[in-house]
């Protein structure tokens, strides 16, 4: 990982083992996001397609790849907006079933509300 907050807990856990503790990093999903020349460049998961269904779309200038395994989602390539970027850790971490949903994990629109109806009746 590339990021400095979990370069930062790594940190915290190694200090923590050094001085006798016995603390385990938990595993993480990869991901970054960050803007090149006024691009966002966003990433999670598996980028690799070895082994794995892949969809591809390429639109006004921006491109979406995404990987599934068992219906399930486990990786991502998106250059453009996306509408809730921690929705598709959220989903890649609890092993959510999106094969309903392809179409907008697509197109960078999946959102909580979408994944979990119910939660429309606590936010709105």
């Known amino acids: 990982h590339a990021l400095w907050p979990v370069a ?3 940190g915290k856990i190694a200090g923590a083992n050094m001085a006798g503790s016995e603390i385990e990093y938990p595993e993480e999903t990869s991901r970054n996001i960050l803007t090149i020349f006024g691009r966002i460049i966003f990433t ?3 980028s690799t397609e070895d082994k794995f269904e892949v969809y591809k779309e390429h639109f006004a200038g921006e491109y979406r ?6 219906n399930k989602l486990v990786g991502f390539v998106f250059t453009g907006e996306v509408d809730s970027p ?3 850790f959220f989903i890649m971490k609890n092993k959510i ?15 909580y509300p979408i994944i979990y109806p119910s939660i429309r009746n606590i936010v709105f």
């Open 86 to 88: 921690g929705v598709y």
């Open 44 to 46: 999670g998961g598996i």
């Open 97 to 111: 079933d999106v094969s309903e949903n392809i179409n907008l994990l697509l197109k960078g629109a999946l959102s």
């Open 65 to 70: 790849k995404i990987l599934i395994h068992n």
């Open 8 to 10: 930062v807990e790594q």
